[in-house]
């Protein structure tokens, strides 16, 4: 293993979380099973008691959750200058079988996580608490999967050796290779626009409806989770094109780098951001649409907010998207 302080890091990160989150999951099993804020049995009380305190920690645990992400992301770049035939993120994620494994995992981590953030949030707006079963229900999916993710991370890394020669993006999202990334490279890039800019503007106008009528929220929920993907195959697929300034570099994770500006930097927060709060909201929604309690007040109150910011992170993809694209020197669709 490449011993190096931000790997330690990571891996501390996660040695903590699992510590906090493993407890957590044996006291949402009871939440599960006997949560009544009707009651007053001795158990409830105890129950309200510990709920405070262990939803203080999940919170902080999945604060630091959103941070390892990007934390990841720029640790794995880095080391491509030490992996031989590595040009940026994607060579390093190549050198073994765990790497890409621990990615996906990391970001599915980062989403449910947030998720769960947003459910707390909104949950503590109500002296009933209407969300408790369904954020301790989430947290008994998240645990699993933060055990993956740092099971699968821990291999990448044990299993990472500089004197191993590695692919480079350019093999990975070449058209002519035969994987999902190679297919994502080979989208045309007038439809992908378009698919993109729809998409979007779907999300935005099914966001102010609900902000003027309070209405269509898990459908704001839904169109959000449908964005990230069609943002990712835009950006493998033209948006990398217009800032490489050439019709063949497709790879996502260059855009990070200083030749460029650091432009994926200001790109994906606004994306991942948005996409988290609109997956919460949309969950939250899906609860208080199956009960009549006053979570239908507190999203009313508490959600308009969020939909703003939420909207206001796609607008910002969208715009710095256009941008790069019209600023570019490529000329990728013809007049």
Same mark, same amino acid.
């Given at each position: 293993?490449?011993?190096?302080?931000?790997?330690?890091?990571?891996?501390?990160?996660?040695?903590?979380?699992?510590?906090?989150?493993?407890?957590?999951?044996?006291?949402?099993?009871?939440?599960?099973?006997?949560?009544?804020?009707?009651?007053?049995?001795?158990?409830?009380?105890?129950?309200?008691?510990?709920?405070?305190?262990?939803?203080?920690?999940?919170?902080?645990?999945?604060?630091?959750?959103?941070?390892?992400?990007?934390?990841?992301?720029?640790?794995?770049?880095?080391?491509?200058?030490?992996?031989?035939?590595?040009?940026?993120?994607?060579?390093?994620?190549?050198?073994?079988?765990?790497?890409?494994?621990?990615?996906?995992?990391?970001?599915?981590?980062?989403?449910?996580?947030?998720?769960?953030?947003?459910?707390?949030?909104?949950?503590?707006?109500?002296?009933?608490?209407?969300?408790?079963?369904?954020?301790?229900?989430?947290?008994?999916?998240?645990?699993?999967?933060?055990?993956?993710?740092?099971?699968?991370?821990?291999?990448?890394?044990?299993?990472?050796?500089?004197?191993?020669?590695?692919?480079?993006?350019?093999?990975?999202?070449?058209?002519?290779?035969?994987?999902?990334?190679?297919?994502? /490279?080979?989208? =045309? #890039? $007038?439809?992908?626009?378009? +698919? @993109?800019?729809?998409? &979007? !503007? *779907?999300?935005? %106008?099914?966001?102010?409806?609900?902000?003027?009528?309070?209405?269509?929220?898990?459908?704001?929920?839904?169109?959000?989770?449908?964005?990230?993907?069609?943002?990712?195959?835009?950006?493998?697929?033209?948006?990398?094109?217009?800032?490489?300034?050439?019709?063949?570099?497709?790879?996502?994770?260059?855009?990070?780098?200083?030749?460029?500006?650091?432009?994926?930097? /200001?790109?994906? =927060? #606004? $994306?991942?951001?948005?996409? +988290? @709060?609109?997956?919460? &909201? !949309? *969950?939250?929604? %899906?609860?208080?649409?199956?009960?009549?309690?006053?979570?239908?007040?507190?999203?009313?109150?508490?959600?308009?907010?969020?939909?703003?910011?939420?909207?206001?992170?796609?607008?910002?993809?969208?715009?710095?998207?256009?941008?790069?694209?019209?600023?570019?020197?490529?000329?990728?669709?013809?007049?």
């Amino acid at each position: 293993m490449m011993v190096q302080a931000p790997i330690l890091a990571l891996i501390l990160a996660d040695v903590l979380s699992l510590l906090l989150l493993v407890p957590a999951a044996v006291f949402a099993t009871q939440v599960l099973r006997h949560w009544n804020l009707a009651s007053g049995h001795a158990l409830q009380l105890r129950l309200e008691k510990r709920t405070f305190l262990i939803g203080t920690a999940l919170g902080l645990v999945f604060v630091a959750q959103l941070l390892v992400l990007p934390l990841f992301v720029h640790t794995v770049d880095r080391m491509a200058l030490q992996i031989v035939g590595a040009m940026c993120a994607v060579g390093t994620l190549s050198a073994n079988a765990w790497g890409f494994p621990a990615l996906w995992l990391r970001i599915l981590l980062f989403f449910l996580a947030a998720a769960w953030l947003v459910l707390h949030r909104l949950d503590g707006r109500s002296p009933e608490y209407p969300l408790t079963r369904a954020k301790y229900a989430l947290l008994l999916a998240i645990v699993p999967l933060a055990a993956a993710a740092a099971a699968a991370q821990l291999a990448f890394f044990l299993n990472l050796d500089p004197d191993v020669i590695t692919s480079c993006c350019g093999s990975l999202f070449s058209q002519d290779a035969e994987s999902v990334t190679a297919h994502l /490279a080979g989208l =045309p #890039p $007038l439809p992908t626009m378009v +698919a @993109l800019y729809a998409v &979007l !503007g *779907l999300v935005l %106008a099914t966001g102010a409806v609900y902000l003027r009528w309070r209405r269509g929220l898990v459908l704001f929920g839904g169109l959000s989770a449908l964005a990230f993907p069609v943002a990712i195959a835009a950006i493998v697929a033209f948006v990398s094109l217009y800032v490489y300034e050439h019709p063949l570099h497709h790879c996502p994770f260059c855009v990070l780098k200083p030749e460029y500006g650091y432009v994926g930097y /200001a790109l994906y =927060p #606004p $994306l991942f951001g948005a996409t +988290a @709060l609109g997956l919460g &909201l !949309g *969950l939250a929604a %899906a609860v208080a649409m199956a009960r009549r309690d006053s979570l239908q007040q507190v999203l009313a109150a508490h959600a308009p907010p969020l939909v703003i910011v939420a909207g206001a992170g796609f607008a910002l993809f969208a715009a710095l998207s256009a941008w790069l694209s019209w600023q570019s020197n490529l000329i990728l669709i013809g007049y």
